[in-house]
């Protein structure tokens, strides 16, 4: 994005006003919020005045009556976004806890988890941020006192108080000048919180001690102050590699389709902290609101499905959680599966989206949920919850515990896994869909499936998660060595096939293309 572009993105988020009347303009909360971008009026100032004067409107009916934390991170919609929603917050009497600079996700998660433990008048949080998306886009999401993503229930009430906003001209809603909102506002320090009880969560005297090189890529994200003061207050042995914060995003390299994106688990958009890797034990990166981790070894990046492999298998051969069950999604690698039931552990199977493991992980029924887009979150290791919502700097940490504790990096922790439990060949497609398309493959149907898939009599066919028997949007289907997935996106005119092997690259093949015939089947 180039700095005429910029102006033309911040004049258009006041400027530009949505119709209420076209569904692509509509405030819509997909699996983290909603998002959108001025450029075609899907994010702007009016969608955020509506959703803040909903989520102040509703919160009590969502049990929080406490204050509300409100947070941005570094991409050039969310300071004028955030700016918006304090000003509604205020004028309706609530007491906004701020930092004037950028917020991970996973601050206000904890932020949230800590007050609600100490007070009834219960807590929840907003986020601007669009997470990884590229430059020109902004996002909000909203915390609930569970501290993580909200359910469907509170998004789509959210959606319709707000929708309804728009249709009335924005007429119930009440706001006051920017400076007088900042003067009512009261200071609060993310980062000095989560600093300080990270260490109940890893364990950071050992990373400290082996004296690891550790390297650190925000992707010019909101982690960078977090970094810093972890090196600081822990001794850790820990370089950021690049404190660049520019809204534009320019230093960062294309991805895959020339966009530009901060996604750190993308071996496109890490090529800088790639380039460094010789220099350091481990790399870590992390998107700009942190929810996400990239782990770097002197071997590369690696795929998100295998660390998570390696991880969950560390934490539960280190952590006691008595009866904590392993969370997963769907369409998250099976290695897992096979990690938890070597070690006696229940998998928790759920839909894709965050928020499907935000109880077990408050409850700490759940010990781990991670899902394949390099999200995840665990328990302190006294079994208490820490953060409910994705932690890519945890993860970061953890993937430094491991290699202090176990003298070995994780992508070698991984590899002893695969020669015992067999090495999963994974892939994913998009293929563009119309709606009406989108619409019938949500619907699709036992019957539609067949037999066997790759040589392989199916073992499961599933439209529900085993875990909490959601729907999972689409299909699943599994044999003794393999499984696909279909699943419409909910935000893109798309469906996502997913498919996993532990026969090999040609039977991944093969997998993958029974599950494109049963796509275009339906398509026909």
């Known amino acids: 994005m180039e700095p005429q572009e910029l102006t033309t993105l911040l004049t258009l988020y006041y400027e530009a006003k949505p119709d209420p009347e076209n569904p692509l303009e509509r405030v819509a909360f997909g699996t983290s919020g909603h998002r959108g971008t001025s450029l075609k009026a899907t994010f702007t100032e009016a969608h955020v005045v509506a959703i803040a004067q909903a989520i102040a409107d509703l919160r009590e009916s969502f049990g929080a009556s406490g204050p509300i934390f409100l947070a ?44 609600n433990a100490k007070s009834p008048a219960k807590a929840d949080g907003i986020l601007l941020t669009p997470s990884h998306n590229p430059p020109e ?53 993310f980062a000095g919180l989560y600093v300080e009880k990270v260490q109940e969560v890893v364990d950071l005297e050992a990373i400290r001690a082996s004296g690891l090189r550790l390297g650190v890529d925000p992707l010019g994200g909101a982690s960078l102050g977090v970094w810093e003061r ?36 993308s071996p496109y958009a890490m090529a800088g902290l790639l380039a460094l890797k010789d220099r350091y034990d481990l790399a870590i990166g992390n998107d700009p609101d942190a929810d996400r981790h990239g782990i770097v070894t002197p071997r590369g990046l690696m795929n998100p499905n295998h660390y998570l492999a390696a991880a969950l298998h560390h934490l539960l051969t280190t952590r006691a959680w008595p009866g904590a069950k392993a969370g997963k999604t769907a369409v998250t690698s099976a290695l897992l599966d096979r990690v938890a039931g070597e070690l006696g552990r229940e998998v928790y199977e759920t839909p894709v989206g965050f928020k499907y493991f935000v109880e ?13 887009s390099a999200g995840a979150s665990f328990l302190r290791q006294d079994g208490r919850p820490f953060s ?39 892939a994913r497609k998009d293929l563009p869909v119309t709606p009406e398309a989108k619409a019938r493959l949500s619907e699709l149907t036992l019957e539609a499936v067949g037999k066997e898939v790759a040589g392989e009599p199916i073992l499961r066919v599933l439209t529900r998660a085993p875990g909490n028997g959601e729907p999972l949007g689409g299909l699943k289907v599994v044999t003794e060595n393999a499984w ?30 029974a599950a494109m015939a049963l796509v275009a089947r339906l398509l026909a």
């Open 72 to 115: 941005k991170d570094t991409h050039a919609l969310s300071e004028p976004a955030w700016a918006t929603a304090l000003s509604v917050l205020a004028a309706n009497g609530l007491e906004v806890l701020i930092d004037q600079g950028y917020t991970p996700t996973p601050l206000v998660s904890l932020a949230i988890l800590e007050h």
């Open 137 to 189: 886009d902004g996002g909000l999401k909203y915390n609930p006192p569970t501290g993580g993503p909200a359910d469907t229930r509170i998004t789509k009430a959210i959606e319709a108080r707000a929708n309804a906003l728009l249709r009335e001209g924005l007429k119930g809603v009440k706001r006051l000048p920017l400076k007088e909102a900042l003067s009512r506002a009261k200071p609060f320090d």
């Open 230 to 265: 972890l090196a600081e207050a822990y001794g850790l042995n820990l370089e950021v590699v690049n404190r660049t914060i520019d809204p534009t995003f320019r230093f960062m390299p294309p991805d895959h389709d020339g966009k530009i994106r901060m996604d750190c688990s």
């Open 360 to 372: 077990g992980l408050l409850q700490s029924r759940l010990g781990f949920g991670g899902e394949e």
């Open 388 to 426: 409910t919502d994705k932690d890519g700097i945890l993860l970061g940490l953890l993937a430094a515990e491991i290699m202090a504790r176990r003298g070995q990096a994780p992508d070698e922790l991984y590899e002893t896994l695969v020669e015992r439990l067999g090495r999963p060949h994974y």
């Open 484 to 513: 696909f997935a279909v699943r419409p996106s909910g935000t893109e005119d798309i469906v996502k096939v997913y498919a996993e092997s532990f026969r090999g690259e040609e039977h991944l093949k093969a997998v993958l293309e």
